[in-house]
């Protein structure tokens, strides 16, 4: 199993931008799936967007649309790291977001960092 730590949540007026990151515990080279997810108080999580690496369909990228132009999902295979840079921030967006990764048949998840957007 891939041990996720995640950072970079806080809090940020609306409009403005944050990236959050998750370190894993092995290469991400190779990793099947690797997302973001979000929880907000009193609602489901959420899939906010992923990085599949498919050994026929090749590297593909999915979002939610409710983010879609404002957020992007990156990663740095040299530093074990995923990215989700958030800019435009809106009140909605306040959740504490997850790091998960599907990797051998096992998911992972990361312990949560809190967005809060507000005024």
């Known amino acids: 199993q891939v041990q996720l730590v995640e950072s970079g949540g806080g809090l940020v007026q609306p409009g403005g931008s944050l990236r959050l990151s998750c370190v894993a515990s092995?290469?991400?080279?190779?990793?099947?799936?690797m997302a973001w997810y979000r929880q907000a108080p009193g609602k489901q999580r959420e899939l906010v967007a992923r990085?599949?690496?498919?050994?026929?369909?090749?590297?593909?990228?999915t979002y939610r649309d409710s983010i879609k132009g404002r957020f992007t999902i990156s990663t740095d295979a040299e530093k074990n790291t995923m990215y989700l840079q958030m800019n435009s921030l809106k009140l909605e967006d306040t959740a504490v977001y997850y790091c998960?990764?599907?990797?051998?048949?096992?998911?992972?998840w990361g312990q949560g960092t809190q967005v809060t957007v507000s005024s």
């Open positions: 998960n990764a599907v990797h051998g048949g096992a998911v992972s």
């Open positions: 092995r290469s991400i080279t190779d990793i099947y799936a």
């Open positions: 990085i599949l690496n498919g050994i026929t369909t090749g590297r593909s990228t």
